[in-house]
């Protein structure tokens, strides 16, 4: 299995993902690296206004021994079990045997999914409606500065009092 280099912990002020790791010995490990950071920084007021927190976000590659050589999964999460903290999520970037790197929309999504099973396990309705909220709480950072255009946004209520979102924007 190729190594993997670790990012200093947190990566950033204020983030609530604890270790970033990827895989250095694979080519444009950088671009990887980079991918990893931007993720980071973009679903960081997410992961701070859901109150959710990621001890570790980790590129997941086809040479991985565990899901990585399931080459039909994009990602994983190990939920904690306490609905707020995964234990790590593993996103695969890269094309398994080519490692091509799949678009920053695809690789985003596959955060939001796994993202998602923090709080649901299965993929049941309430599942798929709490990614797409992920997934609308993304755009919204990544088109508003980090911060939520409506604070009035009914999942807020529920999950984080409209407060606004902190920590770095890095826009798409």
């Known amino acids: 299995m190729p190594s993997k280099t670790q990012l ?13 790791n990827y895989v250095s010995k694979l080519e ?12 980071a920084k973009e679903f960081n007021p997410i992961l701070i206004d859901l109150g959710y927190r990621i001890d570790r976000l980790g590129e997941m590659c086809c040479c991985h021994a565990k899901m990585g050589r399931n080459t039909k999964i994009l990602g994983y999460c190990m939920p904690n079990g306490d609905g707020k903290t995964s234990r790590g999520i593993y996103i695969r970037l890269r094309h398994p045997q080519t490692h091509a790197f799949y678009d920053y929309p ?9 993202i998602s099973h923090i709080k649901h396990s299965s993929h049941s309705a309430e599942f798929y409606e709490w990614m797409d909220h992920i997934q609308d709480l993304h755009d919204e950072v990544c088109s508003n500065g980090g911060k ?12 984080g009092g409209g407060k606004q979102l902190g920590g770095g924007g890095g826009g798409r």
Do not use: Y
């Open 8 to 20: 200093p912990s947190p990566p950033f002020p204020n983030s609530r993902i604890e270790k970033i």
């Open 148 to 159: 939520l255009r409506n604070p009035e946004n009914p999942w807020n209520a529920v999950e």
């Open 106 to 114: 695809q690789i985003s999504g596959t955060l939001a999914h796994e």
């Open 28 to 39: 444009s490990s950088d671009v990887a690296r980079d991918i990893l950071l931007r993720l």
